[in-house]
């Protein structure tokens, strides 16, 4: 029995935050906001759309290039921090919305590593038990509904979108697209990345919304190191345990989060610039969508091949970190 990618989507609302319009909400400025982190725009979501609506849309896109019908998934997995609510989960209000069958459906949240980490539930599942045989892994965000836009060090990094996978199992598929990944997390640095109020440490109350306690918190210098550092670190594991070396991966796919972390990592990987994809210039960092959207643009635009090895790396809030290598 072989595991596939058997299709991709992606979706961003169609409202674009440029960093001039940033410049009229706080004290900032373009050059600014490029400079340190390379993003020159955003997507908005509108007031009254959620996150399983921007997972709907980018479901509906892999659904019809993997050319499976809603009702023959087995599982539905969505990566989020944005959930619609504390409960039902996003992913059974996906179901709901795509009139898939009764399938298993759960979130989970490992911030802006939670596609890797869905990738790699999924991927177990399909291989462990044959009633798994077509799941649907998305990454969504509605991260505008909690960045505080008064905070000129968050505010200008994030934007919403989706992206999802079609994942495959089946007698007739040759091999496997995943080729060997590496997870952790430490919550000792749980501090430097969070959103501390709304759970049951720190309940809603007046004094939480108005000192913006539900809003994102970042400590972006600490937040750089820890990120680059783990983000190789990941690779470099993945890379060993595989026998692949550096030169032979046609992509690395790194979590969106800014463009010199970006950089870095792929420096120290000596992976070269043209083999890096980036498109934070037009999306910010949308955490669990990320890498994501850059798969499904690599795809729809022609520049995966049959055999390349891809490299994905992310890292997010937990603190949560990965990489995974997988076989197009």
């Not at 539905?76 to 619609?84: C, K, L, Q, R, W």
């Not at 022609?302 to 076989?327: H, P, Y």
Request: net charge negative; proline share 2%; glycine share 8%.
């Amino acid at each position: 029995m072989g595991i596939t990618i058997r299709g991709t989507g992606k979706f961003v609302p169609e409202k674009i935050l440029t960093n001039a319009d940033l410049e009229k909400m706080v004290e900032t400025s373009d050059e600014w906001i490029t400079t340190r982190t390379g993003i020159h725009q955003r997507h908005l979501a509108a007031a009254d759309v959620a996150t399983s609506d921007l997972a709907y849309e980018a479901a509906k896109q892999a659904l019809d290039m993997a050319g499976i019908k809603p009702e023959e998934l087995d599982l539905i997995t969505v990566a989020t921090v944005t959930p619609d609510m504390g409960f039902p989960n996003t992913a059974a209000l996906v179901q709901k919305k795509l009139k898939a069958q009764k399938c298993v459906c759960f979130d989970l949240e490992a911030a802006c590593s939670g596609l890797l980490y869905s990738i790699e539930v999924a991927h177990s599942l399909l291989l462990a038990n044959k009633k798994y045989r077509k799941a649907l892994v998305i990454g969504a965000e509605k991260l505008s509904s909690i960045v505080d836009w008064t905070d000129r060090g968050t505010c200008v990094l994030f934007g919403d979108g989706a992206a999802a996978l079609v994942l495959e199992s089946s007698d007739e598929i040759e091999g496997d697209f995943y080729i060997a990944g590496k997870l952790a997390a430490d919550g000792n640095y749980d501090n430097i990345l969070r959103l501390p109020a709304g759970g049951s440490a720190m309940p809603a109350s007046h004094e939480t919304v108005d000192q913006h306690l539900h809003c994102i918190k970042m400590a972006g210098q600490e937040t750089f190191k820890l990120a680059v550092n783990a983000m190789v670190s990941a690779c470099k594991e993945v890379l060993e345990i595989s026998g692949v070396e550096p030169e032979n991966v046609a992509w690395i796919i790194p979590h969106q989060a800014n463009h010199r972390i970006i950089s870095a990592v792929a420096q120290r990987l000596t992976i070269s610039d043209d083999r890096v994809y980036s498109n934070i210039e037009r999306y910010g960092n949308t955490s669990s969508a990320s890498i994501g959207i850059c798969l499904d643009e690599l795809n729809r635009a022609g520049k995966l091949k049959k055999g390349d090895v891809v490299l994905l790396t992310a890292f997010g809030g937990g603190l949560t970190w990965g990489a995974e290598l997988i076989r197009w």
